[in-house]
């Protein structure tokens, strides 16, 4: 408990065991957001495709390059801080070091760090596997394979990690060319699995002793879960169709029968029989749809409450605009066209997008820059946030099972209070209603750790032990 508190009080320091100096572009580029004015540039370059970004509850960038390096960025220098280079990766035209997650308590009960990869078994076949690597020191050590002998060839592997509130972790695969697996609750492959963090399945899993959370897919590339609580994933289609999918447990995503929207006449008749959730959002012809993110910052207004897309082959960003529940999707717009191949996003506290360019896959003709980790940011945004000032109360600090808030003043109208991780994400929310200073948050779920919550733009921190 003393070291949470800690955190509270002083941050933490990181052992830096090798800097890699950034360079700077010697030019910005901008592009406007409605009247917002987004700047572009190179927060570091030189590095060879970086697949996965994320940001850290140490608030670097962490990142994976499929050639096997995970490495720390300095968000403010761009120094690129190497942490391990995994020897048994293997590159294979799409494949290698692929997705990557941390763990919500990385920085004090449970320092892990989960990735996916490709690599040979002992009869020389290619194959996926999940691994968790211990964080210690400055350094990535200790993996233990939660996951192995996926079958794989060189593409559609799919491979994005993503842990959620409940302590459990997605993983998207791909159907590695065999289409018919995607169908196959048996097979792991052309699926999004549930795992506990441990690499045990989960319980309550849609079905009893089965990793499959969904199926039906051919290789979903992207995975988010936003604020609204619900998850979405960008997926590669074939010829016709890419897909934004809302991911639900036991749902059949169609692959190979469907492609895109159930709108042929045999896609309708398999639709209407397999439970098969139709996309909110398709890209036709094909973008080679890679990573997306949630975007719901007062930084760049225009962006709020949308879905941002990466493509490879269509070489932008497309911003994907969502109703109130993030239920269906509005009209689309491109950004940031100019780059080339987009495939890892991620989004810092101060609403700044962090875009790695994937120009050293094979698939073009890379720059003498590239591949770089682009800035897209509002220079002129002020943070909205107050000083608390009194004005939000918690207790107990630490707490344990609930915690009571309370407002200087009694609020005219209805007004939320949403409990934050460590890693910003949104995992409990309460209400003040009209005339009440006071309500109670349940912490039932909540593992030990640092957490925030804010109402009315301001912060109050606390611990749960």
Request: hydrophobic share 35%; proline share 6%.
């Amino acid at each position: 408990m003393k070291q949470l508190h800690s955190l509270l009080l002083t941050g933490l320091a990181y052992c830096c065991p090798l800097l890699l100096q950034a360079q700077t572009a010697p030019t910005l580029t901008t592009f406007p957001v409605g009247s917002t004015t987004v700047t572009v540039s190179a927060l570091t370059t030189g590095l060879s495709v970086p697949w996965e970004l994320v940001w850290g509850p140490d608030n670097f960038i962490w990142m994976t390059e499929r050639g096997g390096r995970i490495s720390r960025v300095n968000p403010t220098s761009g120094q690129v801080t190497p942490l391990v280079t995994l020897s048994d990766v293997v590159t294979s035209s799409e494949g290698g070091l692929l997705g990557m997650a941390l763990h919500p308590d990385l920085l004090t009960t449970s320092p892990y760090v989960y990735v996916v990869y490709n690599y040979n078994d002992a009869g020389g076949q290619y194959r996926e596997k999940l691994v968790r690597l211990t964080y210690a020191n400055g350094t990535l050590s200790s993996p233990l394979i939660l996951l192995g002998d996926i079958p794989a060839v060189s593409t559609h592997s799919g491979s994005r990690l993503l842990i959620l509130p409940d302590r459990t972790l997605l993983m998207t695969t791909g159907d590695a060319q065999n289409r018919p697996t995607a169908q196959d609750r048996a097979t792991l492959n052309g699926k999004i699995l549930r795992l506990n963090l441990d690499g045990t399945i989960p319980a309550d899993n849609p079905v009893a002793g089965n990793a499959s959370y969904s199926y039906g897919h051919r290789n979903p590339q992207g995975l988010v879960r936003a604020s609204n609580g619900l998850i979405y994933s960008s997926e590669h289609g074939e010829n016709a169709e890419d897909e934004v999918n809302i991911i639900e447990p036991n749902r059949n995503y169609g692959w190979p029968t469907v492609e895109g929207f159930c709108n042929l006449a045999a896609e309708q008749t398999f639709c209407t029989a397999n439970n098969v959730r139709q996309p909110i959002y398709n890209w036709a012809p094909t973008v080679g749809a890679a990573g997306i993110t949630y975007y719901d910052h007062p930084a760049i207004p225009g962006w709020r409450n949308s879905l941002l897309a990466l493509s490879l082959r269509g070489n932008r960003i497309t911003q994907i605009p969502l109703n109130t529940a993030g239920t269906t999707a509005g009209t689309s717009t491109d950004f940031l066209s100019s780059f080339g191949r987009l495939r890892s996003v991620c989004v810092s506290p101060q609403g700044k997008v962090y875009v790695g360019t994937s120009n050293r896959d094979g698939r073009a003709t890379p720059g003498a820059n590239d591949d770089q980790i682009l800035v897209l940011e509002n220079r002129v945004f002020t943070s909205t946030l107050k000083p608390n000032n009194g004005q939000l109360s918690l207790w107990p600090n630490p707490a344990r099972t609930s915690l009571t808030l309370q407002l200087a003043a009694a609020p005219t109208q209805a007004t939320a209070a949403e409990i934050r991780d460590v890693l910003g994400r949104i995992v409990q929310t309460a209400q003040f209603t009209a005339g009440q200073r006071t309500t109670q948050v349940t912490l039932q779920g909540l593992r030990p750790g640092l957490y925030s919550v804010r109402s009315n733009d301001v912060v109050q921190r606390f611990v749960v032990e």
